[in-house]
């Protein structure tokens, strides 16, 4: 997973963070989950890059959480999951609020 900063400009490196998930570990697309989601005052990275890590030599399945402004996108939690996630798996988050509005909660 990496982390890239493309205002730096043409000429310089824009990889600015990067984590491995180790030998013969594929991730799903991550996402970043805000920290305070409500405050327009928030840094960009402020919060937290989510993804599914599986793990082809024992078929496991972990969902990772890393501190998305970290310079190696720092692990916080890996939860082990039930079952397999296929590393085709999509997923997106939403707030609940915008989920209300789809179904009138």
């Given at each position: 997973?990496?982390?890239?900063?493309f205002?730096k400009?043409?000429?310089q490196?824009?990889?600015?963070?990067?984590?491995?998930?180790?030998?013969?570990?594929?991730?799903g697309?991550?996402?970043?989950?805000?920290?305070?989601?409500v405050?327009?005052?928030?840094?960009e990275?402020?919060?937290?890059?989510?993804?599914?890590?599986?793990?082809?030599?024992?078929r496991?399945?972990?969902?990772?959480?890393?501190d998305a402004?970290?310079?190696?996108l720092?692990?916080?939690?890996?939860?082990?999951?039930?079952?397999l996630?296929p590393?085709?798996?999509h997923?997106?988050?939403?707030?609940?609020?915008d989920l209300?509005k789809l179904h009138?909660?």
């Amino acid at each position: 997973m990496m982390k890239l900063d493309f205002s730096k400009g043409e000429n310089q490196e824009c990889i600015v963070a990067t984590s491995f998930y180790g030998s013969d570990c594929y991730g799903g697309k991550p996402f970043i989950v805000a920290r305070e989601p409500v405050n327009p005052e928030a840094d960009e990275d402020d919060g937290y890059v989510v993804s599914y890590v599986h793990d082809e030599k024992t078929r496991e399945s972990n969902f990772w959480v890393t501190d998305a402004k970290s310079s190696d996108l720092h692990v916080v939690a890996v939860v082990k999951l039930p079952r397999l996630v296929p590393s085709c798996f999509h997923g997106i988050f939403v707030k609940e609020s915008d989920l209300c509005k789809l179904h009138n909660c």
